[in-house]
């Protein structure tokens, strides 16, 4: 688990005002997905990483390695990647779901815990509330999920209309 000061020396990128909201967010998932010994390791509950918009599967590398360092094994540790432009929740919920009965039958868990980043969390927010999710999540963390809305997701889209891929 990553000090205060160690939670800042990893994330430089970020501007000050982001830092408290990201290092908040991974404390709460260092207090929802306890930290178990190897003899533990099968009881604890697969993790699905659902990264945010203009992002893909490999944003968690990071996280990837400090829940490693915490106990988890890459058998524990799936990244959901999907592709953002497809923005209707119910689409990527529904694809999410999959994904989460996916690596449920994979690991034999019955449940497993949700970090989601920004757009992310929308996604699969909708999928627990709405989707069928809740049966299937027993953690849902998100991490700066607009889960009140924003003023400023039309910057993305004009960033994807601006800027060639």
Do not use: I
């Amino acid at each position: 688990m990553l000090t205060a000061r160690q939670g800042l020396q990893a994330l430089p990128a970020l501007p000050a005002l982001l830092r408290f909201p990201v290092l908040l967010a991974l404390l709460t998932l260092c207090l929802a997905l306890p930290a178990a010994s190897p003899a533990q390791a099968s009881s604890r509950n697969p993790v699905v990483l659902v990264h945010g918009y203009n992002a893909d599967p490999g944003v968690w590398g990071a996280l990837r390695a400090d829940l490693r360092a915490a106990g988890y094994t890459d058998a524990e540790l799936f990244s959901f990647g999907y592709d953002t432009h497809q923005s209707v929740n119910e689409v990527l919920a529904g694809r999410l779901g999959a994904y989460v009965d996916q690596v449920r039958r994979e690991t034999g868990a019955a449940k497993v815990d949700v970090v989601a980043h920004s757009f992310g969390s929308l996604v699969s927010r909708w999928y627990v509330k709405f989707g069928g999710g809740a049966a299937a999540v027993d953690h849902w963390v998100s991490l700066a999920g607009p889960n009140r809305g924003t003023s400023t997701a039309w910057a993305c889209a004009l960033w994807d209309q601006w800027v060639p891929p």
